[in-house]
């Protein structure tokens, strides 16, 4: 009697302990936790809190991804942004030509998912937790979206102009996914830092001071020459320098007549070096070679920013270096070179000015490089 009831003890003692233990263990939620956001194209997406794998389509999205020093998340690039072992077409990237890849080589070389709108089997390959996509529709990501069964994040990349609040939207809405907001606001401010320094430096300066320029071989889908210029190139709005082409078109790359360029006859020329060779060829016409800029030797090669949209890190570059030959007495505290790689470092995470260089030619007189 003594046994059955020391075993029927045992019996309730264990099965009490084994249910204060079902109790007291914690419930588990196999659901990850998600945000719900407005892209930038106004449609409502669901996105995982603080993905761990990230893709970037089309142009803009990858260097925006690095700007949040976000790299470490990225699985997959679309081809643009992968190294290649030719540059293809001349005034075309090449993927290791760009500040935010020769930053993050690392990158350049990962698994392609399909060429600017994305492959949805490539994309599905990777297993992204999240696909931020640019130059989109609303019903484009959507089809996306619906095609992988991955959230996809429309951006638009905007510049440094009238359209930055644009780029700064898609900013923080790429960090809001990335639970970045604080390094968002970090490249934001020094952003506006820098453009302000700029303004500071040169706001004062008399028309009647200000040297008259242009920009010459501005790429768009490939070398253009001398004649393929930018009414309201960047660099020369934030320095208010006297762009001879101002007046041409609505901004954006433009091609002009040769008439024109040699009616303005302005004080300095400025080269866009993705275009360097087709400028070296038209610069032996001697109509051409006419020109005050050319025989006074006021011809000077500036690095490609417009290079799978907006390269915010070279403009701000290009302008202290463009600032720095108009304005020498306001930029004299300025090293143009020490200047970009802090500004790459800055946006970027390390400074590769030396490379830029290498590929295109840096700053200083066009061709002396080349002849060098």
């Given at each position: 009697?003594?046994?059955?009831?020391s075993?029927?003890?045992?019996?309730?003692v264990?099965a009490?302990?084994l249910?204060?233990?079902?109790m007291?263990?914690?419930a588990?939620?196999?659901?990850?936790?998600?945000?719900?956001l407005?892209?930038?194209?106004?449609?409502?997406v669901?996105?995982?809190?603080?993905?761990?794998r990230v893709?970037?389509?089309?142009?803009?999205?990858?260097?925006?991804l690095?700007?949040?020093?976000?790299?470490?998340?990225?699985?997959?690039v679309?081809?643009?942004?992968?190294?290649?072992?030719?540059?293809g077409?001349?005034?075309?990237?090449s993927?290791?030509?760009?500040p935010?890849?020769?930053?993050?080589?690392e990158?350049?070389?990962l698994?392609?998912?399909?060429?600017?709108?994305?492959?949805?089997e490539q994309l599905?390959?990777?297993?992204?937790?999240?696909?931020?996509?640019?130059?989109?529709?609303a019903?484009?990501?959507?089809?996306?979206?619906?095609?992988?069964g991955?959230?996809?994040?429309s951006?638009?990349?905007?510049?440094?102009?009238?359209?930055?609040?644009?780029f700064?939207?898609?900013?923080?809405t790429?960090?809001k996914?990335?639970?970045?907001?604080?390094?968002?606001?970090?490249?934001?401010a020094?952003?506006?830092?820098t453009?302000?320094?700029?303004?500071?430096?040169?706001?004062?300066?008399?028309n009647?001071?200000?040297?008259?320029?242009?920009i010459?071989g501005?790429a768009f889908?490939?070398?253009?020459?001398?004649?393929?210029?930018?009414p309201?190139?960047?660099?020369?709005?934030?320095?208010?320098?006297?762009n001879?082409?101002?007046?041409?078109?609505?901004?954006g790359q433009?091609?002009?007549?040769?008439?024109?360029?040699?009616?303005?006859?302005?004080d300095?020329?400025?080269i866009?070096?993705?275009?360097?060779?087709a400028?070296?060829n038209?610069?032996?016409?001697?109509?051409?070679r006419s020109?005050?800029?050319?025989?006074g030797e006021?011809v000077?090669?500036?690095?490609?920013y417009?290079?799978y949209a907006?390269?915010?890190?070279?403009?701000?570059?290009?302008?202290?270096?463009?600032?720095?030959?108009?304005y020498?007495?306001r930029?004299?505290?300025?090293?143009?070179?020490?200047?970009?790689d802090?500004i790459?470092?800055a946006?970027?995470?390390?400074?590769?000015?030396?490379?830029?260089?290498?590929?295109?030619?840096g700053?200083?007189?066009?061709?002396?490089?080349?002849?060098?």
């Open positions: 009697m003594i046994r059955w009831s075993l029927l003890a045992v019996v309730l264990t009490l302990l249910g204060a233990g079902c007291s263990a914690p588990t939620n196999s659901t990850p936790a998600t945000i719900t407005t892209d930038m194209t106004n449609r409502t669901e996105v995982k809190e603080h993905p761990d893709v970037g389509v089309g142009a803009g999205t990858l260097r925006m690095v700007y949040l020093d976000a790299t470490d998340r990225v699985v997959g679309d081809e643009r942004d992968r190294f290649t072992a030719q540059g077409a001349p005034g075309m990237p993927g290791n030509d760009r935010y890849l020769l930053a993050h080589p990158i350049g070389n698994s392609s998912v399909g060429r600017i709108t994305g492959d949805p599905m390959a990777q297993h992204p937790d999240v696909v931020f996509l640019s130059f989109t529709t019903k484009d990501a959507q089809a996306l979206q619906e095609k992988t991955i959230p996809v994040v951006i638009v990349t905007g510049d440094l102009g009238k359209n930055r609040p644009v700064y939207r898609s900013l923080r790429m960090a996914v990335l639970g970045k907001d604080a390094r968002a606001d970090e490249v934001i020094y952003i506006n830092a453009i302000a320094d700029l303004e500071r430096r040169t706001a004062d300066i008399p009647e001071q200000r040297p008259s320029v242009y010459g501005v889908n490939g070398a253009h020459g001398l004649l393929s210029t930018d309201a190139y960047a660099p020369f709005l934030l320095l208010g320098a006297r001879v082409a101002a007046g041409v078109g609505q901004g433009v091609m002009i007549d040769k008439e024109k360029l040699v009616e303005w006859n302005p300095l020329i400025f866009d070096q993705a275009s360097a060779s400028v070296e038209d610069l032996q016409d001697p109509v051409f020109l005050g800029a050319v025989k006021k000077y090669g500036v690095l490609p417009n290079w907006n390269n915010y890190d070279t403009v701000l570059v290009d302008a202290y270096a463009i600032g720095k030959l108009l020498p007495e930029f004299a505290d300025v090293d143009p070179e020490q200047k970009a802090e790459y470092t946006l970027d995470g390390r400074p590769v000015y030396a490379g830029l260089k290498a590929h295109f030619g700053f200083g007189p066009f061709g002396a490089e080349r002849q060098g």
